[in-house]
């Protein structure tokens, strides 16, 4: 695939045919999908327009505002607009951060501000390396294969205080607000370059409650589709035959993959509880922990 950055500043119009709208929490727009004639474009409203023919060989920046950083559109591209490309290619991606344990990969996914890279970030200042951070690439098989990321962690600037590590600051150049890039005390991400087996995927839920509210549920097979649904990149969701393919490919991994709701208290007193409990339902799926509640949702 190419991607160009070059003429990002470069004005451009186009004929699109908006298709789908992506609103942040507060409700407003974060990013406008449309098709053009020759492909697709993904509109950052006064922050930049990405469009990607139609194959997903090609992608290039333009109409971007002046106030805008190029580390910003990088970010961007990177971690907004290829997971999309990948699915448009016949790959599929979960909206998930992951890191590598003695047993396998395991990803936590959920909504925005639900702690991923937070608690992803704990888990390598604990000696578990990353292995992404904001898209997990999945291949298929009688093994569900989990692809490396980029060794990068970004984080909001309060979960970099809380837990008490270092960060290269990003001057904010635009209304986007943009994470800062987490570094750990050695100046550098521990990452696994590796493909390697996906064991458990957690859909995290946040709750106002302290450590002892640390919990691990069991989901009937139906919840933890809707959940890997919710958490799946998709490009053309007016293309059916992608949705076909894509609700099968995750038929299979709630199938094969343990597939379990993770509520962690809003916290940072409570990162270690988390992990260990992570660690003992990792170690053994079926035994029972003093902390868990082993519930059917």
Known sequence: MRASLARCFERLRFDARWYLRSRQPGGATWLRSGKTKSGYVLSFPAIADFL??????EV??????????????????????????????????LHATAVATPEGVCAFTGP????????????????YPLVCDDCLTLAGGRTVMALAGYPGLRLWE????????????RKRRTNHATKSRWRN?????????????LV???????????AAGVMIR????????????????RLDTTDRAMLKRQFHFLTG?????????????????????????????LADDRGSVSTTAKTRD
Request: net charge positive.
């Open 253 to 281: 991994i709630a199938e094969r993959v343990g597939v379990k709701q993770l509520i962690v208290p809003d916290s940072f007193s409570a990162l270690a509880a988390v992990r260990q409990l992570v660690r003992d339902d």
């Open 158 to 169: 309060d979960s970099i205080q809380g837990l008490g590590a270092a960060s290269r600051r």
């Open 52 to 57: 990607v023919d139609r194959t997903g060989r």
């Open 60 to 93: 290039v920046c333009r109409n971007a505002s002046r106030d805008v950083s190029l580390d910003t559109i990088r970010h961007l591209l990177i971690d907004q607009v290829l997971p999309l490309i990948i699915n448009l290619r016949g790959g599929e991606a």
């Open 218 to 233: 069991d989901l009937a097979p139906g919840r933890a589709l809707m959940g890997l649904l919710e958490a799946a990149y």
């Open 185 to 197: 005390r050695v100046g550098a991400i521990d990452f696994c370059p590796t493909p390697r087996p």
């Open 200 to 210: 458990r995927v957690y859909l995290l839920k946040r709750t106002r409650r302290n």
């Open 112 to 127: 925005a501000g639900s702690g991923k890279s937070t608690l992803a970030a704990s888990f390598v200042l604990s000696g």
